[in-house]
Every structure is written in C-alpha cells, then in structure tokens.
C-alpha cells in the first residue's frame, strides 16, 4: 500500500521526527497499519513542535492527506477503526522487534539488523503515546533498546566486541539528550552519544523486565528486503515455542456469586484478548496463552 500524496522537504524544525517517518515508508506494504500509526504519530508531535510557520504548515497538511488516503485505502480494519486494537497492534509489533534484537545480544550475535530492530522497536514505542500516556514498563524498553543500539553500534564501528545482554556498571545515569543523536542511514548507522567519551555502558539494566514471550522468531528483523523485482513466497519454517503450563482451575472457572466486576475490569479484560489476537498475528501462542489466562481470571476473580 502506496501513500498517494507525496510529501514536500522534512522542515528543519521536523528533524526529530525523520526516523518515525522513514519507519512508515518502510513498513508501507510490510505492515501498513504500523506505517499509519507511524504517521500519525509524526502529524501529532509536528503540530506540538511547530503548527503555524508556512513550511511546517504546508508538511503537516501533505501529512494530513496521507493519513486520510491511508485510512479509506485499509477500510475497515479494526486496527484502525478501534483504538484498543491499534494499540495492541502496534505495541506487540514494537515488542517483537525489541525481544528480537535482545534475544540477538543476549546470544552475542551483534550485527546491523539487530541494532536496527533496537532502534526501530524504540521509534515504535514512541509511536504508542498516540493512544495515551507510556506505561513506565514501556518507557524502560524505549530507553534501554535505544542505548543497546547506540552501544552496539559503536563498539561494532570501532573493532571492538560489545559485552552481551543487559550489563550492570555503576556509572553515569542514561543521558536522554543522546537519544536525539541516534542516526541511522541504510544500512543503518548511529550516531555515538554526546555525552559518553567511550562504548562502555554506562547505566544499570541488569533487573530490566522483559516481557511474556521473550523467544521471538528468528525471522522478524527490522530491516526491510530490497524489491528484487521478482515475487517470492520463502518457505519459513515454524520456530519451536515454549508452551505455558495453563492453571487447571482456569479449565473449570465461573465467576464468584458476589463479583462486580467493573467497567474498567472489562476494557482490562478486553485488552488482554486483544493482545492475544494480536500475538497469534505472529504465531506467538505463548504469549496468546498467556493473556488469555490473564482475561479469564480477571473475569471470575476481579484480580489480574
């Protein structure tokens, strides 16, 4: 799916939000509703950062117009047309691309498309705060992606071998001004903080959690295959997956007499699906099974 309307030159005052941009031009046919909310996320900070000088303007109009031309193209795909849907759409995509790449370092397999994956998945996180405020978990997986693909970048750019999964040195605190100068190009390259003098990490992740189905399949990297021009159907073979043992008193469960549950126990309990439906989009059953267990006893319980 084609955005039809062209945009004019990214303003300068729109720099901060190249990358988003690129990420939705590159999932335009992969995973057009990820490229939407991509956009939209771009259209929503641009108006914040600048709505009123002419060429901030004319950019934020031409954005405008994709966005609509890309809703009435996807018609009437929940995930466009319920919030609860995009939401659990996007963030378990965002997730993928994180537990790819971390399941990458953790095996000490640094390479290009695993910095690029951390990268995206922190751009994808960005993407989330479309539908509200970051969960603090959220906001941890942004920050801790984006430093590993700094890290690993530098170390790969500088012969040096980075030190495998989350590592813990007493040190400096993250500096979030360095987000800002990650940089990427195809194929994709980042630019080293301005606050750190040397690759050695810098903040303390050892304790950071990652969440249910942490073995992501081999096959979801961030970087995009160039159009060859000739149409291949890869056969992709299924990745072995650790099942979760399921709670035996869920199999015979009925709500308690005197439960009420509340509205808000409902839209949990709705979320929990949806992210299960989401997860089987990937063929991710642990984490489907997972949510599941999570909706059905907040359903007979009222407790997560």
């Avoid at 309307?5 to 999932?27: C, D, G, M, V, Y």
């Avoid at 537990?99 to 910095?115: Q, T, V």
């Avoid at 071998?161 to 400096?172: D, H, N, V």
């Avoid at 009925?254 to 929990?272: R, V």
Wanted: hydrophobic share 35%.
């Amino acid at each position: 799916m084609a955005a039809s309307t062209a945009l004019p030159p990214l303003p300068l005052q729109f720099k901060s939000l190249q990358h988003h941009l690129r990420t939705a031009q590159e999932h335009e046919k992969r995973d057009p509703v990820v490229a939407y909310y991509c956009r939209l996320y771009a259209m929503q900070t641009g108006m914040k950062i600048d709505s009123k000088t002419p060429e901030c303007r004319k950019f934020l109009l031409k954005l405008m117009d994709q966005l609509e031309s890309m809703k009435k193209q996807l018609g009437d795909c929940e995930s466009i047309t319920q919030e609860i849907v995009g939401s659990a759409h996007v963030e378990n995509y965002a997730l993928k691309m994180f537990l790819y790449a971390d399941n990458e370092d953790r095996a000490g397999r640094f390479h290009k498309n695993m910095i690029k994956s951390f990268y995206t998945a922190s751009l994808l996180i960005d993407t989330l705060s479309v539908f509200g405020e970051l969960s603090e978990e959220n906001i941890q997986h942004r920050k801790y992606a984006r430093w590993k693909a700094t890290y690993i970048h530098n170390c790969l750019k500088n012969g040096e071998t980075p030190q495998a999964g989350p590592i813990g040195l007493e040190g400096e605190e993250y500096d979030n001004e360095s987000e800002g100068a990650v940089s990427f190009s195809v194929p994709p390259e980042v630019s080293p903080p301005s606050s750190s003098p040397s690759n050695t990490p810098t903040t303390n992740y050892t304790g950071i959690q990652i969440p249910p189905g942490a073995h992501a399949p081999a096959n979801t990297p961030a970087e995009v295959p160039h159009n060859t021009g000739v149409s291949s159907n890869p056969i992709v073979q299924p990745t072995p997956q650790n099942i979760p043992v399921v709670d035996p008193s869920l199999y015979t469960a009925t709500p308690q007499g005197d439960l009420l549950l509340t509205p808000e126990d409902f839209a949990q309990a709705q979320k929990f699906c949806k992210y299960a439906g989401s997860a089987l989009q990937y063929e991710d059953v642990n984490t489907a099974v997972l949510n599941l267990q999570k909706a059905l006893k907040l359903l007979t319980t009222g407790r997560e």
